[in-house]
């Protein structure tokens, strides 16, 4: 079955960094776009970014622009986030989610029971 | 970007009642219109995908509708299960937006 495990959330001071993990398993991790989406504490939901199945291609949400990075390694079945220049607003439940097809993106299908990240002094 | 709307923000309704939200794009984004549900602690589930296409698993009572700009989420009969938030989000173009949610909850 389809497993999607988030890791490396905690608390972080603002303006530091933080790398978020979500080990896959279950399918053909190589084959499928992969996204962030997040969840700040009582609010709505936020997507953050996607990578294409290959990692040939990446978008984010205008607010993490150039401060996040989303990376994939398909030989270790993991989608990583790499979040730097922290900030408050920052502070959510992170969630890792699988493409519902391959090679394209029409909706998420499958989600991780997410991590949070907390941005505090 | 695109911005999603959703209508109501929130409704009350009782088991059995038809329920029905609606989502609105500000540019017309096809069919590329999925629903998800979230209940408290947990993370959201796709319900519908493409505007019409209900995900594997999910009960008949779930249907949608809609393309271009305008969009449907209607729930036939409501279960005591369905009490949850539910979301729309477009993956016409990046960034995938989500609409801000609807929150059914008992009346």
């Known amino acids: 079955q389809v497993q999607l495990v988030e890791s490396g959330g905690g608390v972080v001071q603002p303006g530091r960094s933080l790398r978020l993990s979500c080990a896959a398993s279950?399918?053909?991790?190589?084959?499928?776009?992969m996204h962030w989406v997040r969840q700040a504490p009582g609010k709505g939901l936020e997507w953050v970014a996607v990578i294409s199945y290959d990692g040939s291609n990446k978008y984010y949400a205008d607010s993490v622009k150039g401060r996040f990075t989303i990376s994939r390694d398909n030989s270790k079945n993991t989608l990583y986030l790499q979040m730097n220049s922290l900030r408050a607003e920052d502070t959510a439940v992170y969630y890792c989610?699988?493409?519902?097809?391959?090679?394209?993106?029409?909706?998420?299908?499958?989600w991780g029971q997410g991590t949070l990240v907390t941005v505090s002094s | 970007d695109i911005q999603m709307t959703q209508s109501p923000s929130s409704l009350s309704a009782s088991v059995g009642d038809r329920v029905t939200i609606t989502c609105r794009a500000s540019?017309?984004?096809?069919?590329?219109l999925n629903w998800y549900q979230q209940t408290p602690g947990k993370a959201p589930k796709l319900l519908i995908y493409?505007?019409?296409s209900l995900q594997s698993g999910v009960p008949s009572r779930f249907s949608g509708s809609g393309s271009g700009t305008d969009f449907t989420l209607t729930i036939s009969s409501l279960q005591p299960e369905d009490f949850a938030t539910y979301y729309c989000?477009?993956?016409?173009?990046?960034?995938?937006?989500f609409g801000p949610g609807t929150k059914v909850d008992i009346k």
């Open positions: 493409a505007a019409s």
């Open positions: 279950g399918f053909t991790f190589s084959s499928y776009g």
């Open positions: 989000q477009q993956s016409y173009s990046t960034p995938f937006t």
């Open positions: 989610a699988k493409d519902l097809v391959e090679m394209a993106t029409i909706g998420m299908n499958y």
């Open positions: 540019q017309s984004i096809a069919s590329y």
